[in-house]
């Protein structure tokens, strides 16, 4: 594989291929754990690090899986690192655990984890394996933060950190930071509706279709473009040929 | 009696308060993958039911009779991963068998209910909440209702949906999300009851 | 269709191996990660007591209590005088559990309440939601029996806890 292909595999699903945005994929946590900003950034997190590490280990034996257990064998591999990874974040980070709550245990199922094994590890290398496992945990991440941010300053009206990253309250003398933007002294503009599961339904649902609004947009303008530039060298041909015929 | 009464509300409350589609955010890509026709929909409705309830009976035994007493509550995720992936199996051995045209018209889809974020919902909060078996299988009763009823009520939606001219950009899937943003506010309005 | 007995032996020899070294790969974080969780536990309980009266000092060992929903309490002094009391309360519904530490005032009236665990996992909102106003409430058996607004089944539980672990203190003094 290429340096080229390398990069793409890392780079692509950061946006042009996002596994949330583009293709439709792990739609149950971008719902369910987008509230707050700070248990989407800490899924993306443990998303990340259960992706890459089972893209690794499977790409690893893709030699040895026999292909009649292939996908019980990737489920197996999955599950384990969700284990690993859940008992590692109830050690080290025991609020975020408590905040995601079974969405932890329900990595085993993402399709996007699931998806990536099936259609990338189990036919490339150690390496690009592991680029894709970190650009698709990234690209991720970013999809479910930003659904997140929308979700809590509508719903809650300002953006609260150390509720879940305790160390991040701490570092601010035990207290919580609250950045108000909807909500503050006097005003209040916050409407909680958008921290229920119905406002998360439309939010994700509106993202998507401008979305897909902004790439259709692009697409025209460049049909409109090239049908312009393909008109325009037609022009320019007809005056060349006037000119001749002119001579 | 109490127990009794306890079990029915706790269906109840499953199925519509916390609908597992609407509230729990469970099984959201079959909802939307599975849900144009209203047939499919209702199979597909009775065959996640099927997986949920046994493999909810399986799991929690296996659970707190098997792998607590021995020390290892820590496998229970690959434990219920394997135990839903056999009972698919058997389910779709079974529908091949007896209901060919069933088969195929449920087709990728089946298999698919292995990743159905649902069943393994249901049995890990199973464990996590720490329930008795009875209400766990009011957890796992209730969350088949209420997910062949949002797959039904979706399906004969879409049916409608197809019909009407929808923006460009909202076609597919944005739209089924707003469609569901608005069952969820419907649903929404079952809150408060029996507490 | 002929199975190919040597092929089938790999097959399965191929799932136990991966099963068998993975299982090893869980059991020994397991083992890595076990103590730092129960000194996790242990230690939330000791903020948690913290928490409830940020102005007294638990004094001396809980007391095991064993009825109803709570567990135990351990008494709190400020500057030698009897502050009041921290319930332990565990209650259970159809939805999971909960853990509270409970603060009541030597004058029976309610003091903070504090989350030890919450197994309701679609209850997340039991802190920020229900108890977030109810620490913040001046009037707090007020506070705590307007829970009918919105209630949801772990606020009617917590509520039951609260009312239980003062009127436990009351009838042990009178």
């Not at chain 1, 390496?127 to 991720?140: A, C, F, R, V």
């Not at chain 3, 530490?101 to 197994?119: A, K, M, P, Q, R």
């Amino acid at each position: 594989m290429s340096n080229q292909e390398r990069k793409e595999a890392f780079l692509s699903p950061l946006w042009k291929t996002n596994p949330l945005f583009i293709s439709l994929l792990g739609m149950c946590p971008a719902l369910a754990v987008t509230k707050t900003l700070e248990a989407a950034f800490g899924m993306g997190i443990l998303f990340t690090l259960v992706l890459v590490c089972s893209n690794v280990l499977i790409s690893a034996l893709r030699k040895w899986i026999p292909e009649e257990v292939r996908t019980p064998s990737y489920i197996v591999v999955i599950a384990t690192f969700v284990t690993l990874v859940k008992m590692f974040a109830e050690a080290f980070l025991p609020e975020l655990y408590s905040t995601l709550g079974v969405f932890v245990s329900l990595l085993v199922v993402n399709c996007i984890v699931l998806g990536r094994a099936e259609a990338f590890a189990s036919k490339n290398g150690v390496l690009p394996s592991l680029l894709d496992g970190i650009g698709n945990g990234i690209g991720y991440t970013i999809a479910i933060c930003l659904i997140a941010v929308i979700r809590e300053v509508l719903g809650s009206g300002r953006l609260t950190f150390g509720a879940t990253f305790t160390f991040l309250a701490d570092l601010n003398g035990g207290e919580k930071i609250r950045v108000p933007l909807l909500k503050g002294e006097g005003y209040d503009l916050s409407m909680s509706f958008f921290s229920s599961p119905a406002g998360g339904f439309l939010v994700l649902g509106i993202v998507l279709a401008i979305i897909v609004a902004v790439t259709n947009a692009k697409e025209n303008k460049k049909k409109a473009d090239a049908r312009i530039a393909a008109k325009k060298a037609k022009e320019l041909a007809a005056a060349n040929a006037a000119k001749e015929e002119a001579k | 009696m109490n127990y009794l009464a306890a079990f029915v509300m706790a269906i109840i409350s499953y199925a519509l308060i916390d609908n597992v589609v609407l509230s729990r955010f469970y099984g959201i890509c079959s909802f939307i993958g599975v849900g144009n026709k209203v047939k499919s929909s209702l199979c597909m409705g009775a065959a996640v039911a099927f997986v949920i309830i046994m493999a909810a009976a399986i799991c929690w035994p296996l659970y707190n009779f098997l792998l607590v007493p021995a020390g290892v509550a820590f496998l229970d995720t690959i434990a219920a991963i394997l135990v839903i992936a056999c009972l698919v199996m058997v389910v779709g051995l079974v529908m091949k068998k007896f209901l060919p045209a069933l088969y195929q018209s449920l087709g990728i889809y089946l298999p698919l209910i292995t990743t159905n974020c649902a069943v393994l919902g249901v049995v890990s909060e199973n464990i996590a909440s720490n329930l008795d078996f009875g209400m766990a299988m009011a957890n796992a009763v209730g969350t088949s209702v209420g997910f062949a009823l949002v797959i039904f009520l979706y399906a004969c939606i879409r049916v409608r949906l197809e019909a009407s001219s929808t923006p460009k950009a909202f076609k597919g899937i944005p739209i089924a999300l707003v469609v569901a943003s608005l069952m969820a506010m419907a649903f929404m309005g079952l809150q408060g009851i029996g507490a | 269709m002929k199975v190919n007995m040597k092929h089938a032996f790999y097959v399965g020899g191929f799932l136990a191996g991966l099963c068998g070294v993975l299982a090893l790969a869980i059991a020994g974080v397991d083992l890595l990660t076990k103590d730092i969780i129960k000194a996790n536990k242990l230690e939330k309980e000791r903020n948690g007591l913290k928490r409830v009266f940020p102005s007294g000092e638990v004094d001396g060992e809980a007391v095991e209590v064993h009825q109803g929903k709570l567990e135990k309490y351990w008494t709190v002094k400020e500057s030698g005088s009897e502050l009041g009391r921290i319930y332990s309360a565990f209650g259970k519904n159809s939805y999971g559990q909960v853990s509270l530490l409970i603060g009541v005032y030597s004058d029976f009236s309610l003091g903070n309440i504090v989350v030890l665990e919450n197994t309701e996992s679609y209850g997340q909102t039991l802190e920020e939601g229900y108890l977030d106003p109810y620490n913040a409430a001046e009037d707090k058996s007020t506070a705590v029996l307007s829970v009918s607004c919105g209630a949801t089944y772990g606020a009617t539980l917590c509520r039951d806890m609260i009312l239980e672990a003062a009127s436990h203190y009351q009838g042990g003094q009178a």
